[in-house]
């Protein structure tokens, strides 16, 4: 059975929008908008698709820590060289309800066919507890010299 292009972009919207631990996006480098936000972006993020889409990449900017923002630009500005774009980067992101999260994301870009960039698409993973516990246990390292290793 031949499937149509709608049916097979339907079926891994499908998938992506059933993926509850990390939110999946793709961010039209032309238009500097998201094409897509997969819905767990309520839970870890705070903010539904929509409401990323209205509050933009520069709102979105906005939230992230400020000691990581000009980091997070600088990278946004090098998805136009994909020679320069880290593939994985970790940041601090406000939550909605005012918390600070740390975000590990994973992207790439996508090339047109004219072999120019065209979007990023990615994972965003909320690695808070993580962390905490990584911070918790060099502090316990330290209290009794051990070796973080």
Do not use: W
């Amino acid at each position: 059975m031949q499937r149509t292009n709608d049916q097979i972009e339907d079926k891994l919207r499908a998938i992506l929008d059933d993926s509850h631990d990390m939110v999946h996006y793709a961010l039209n480098l032309d238009s500097c908008e998201f094409d897509y936000i997969s819905p767990s972006s309520l839970t870890i993020l705070g903010f539904t698709p929509d409401q990323i889409r209205a509050m933009g990449i520069a709102g979105f900017q906005q939230r992230i820590h400020p000691a990581d923002r000009t980091r997070m630009t600088e990278e946004l500005e090098a998805s136009e060289h994909p020679q320069h774009l880290t593939p994985q980067i970790e940041y601090r992101f406000q939550h909605k309800n005012g918390s600070s999260r740390y975000m590990h994301e994973v992207r790439s870009i996508i090339h047109d066919n004219n072999r120019q960039p065209a979007t990023i698409v990615g994972t965003i993973a909320d690695v808070s507890a993580e962390k905490r516990l990584n911070e918790r246990l060099a502090t316990l390292c330290r209290k009794f010299n051990l070796d973080e290793n």
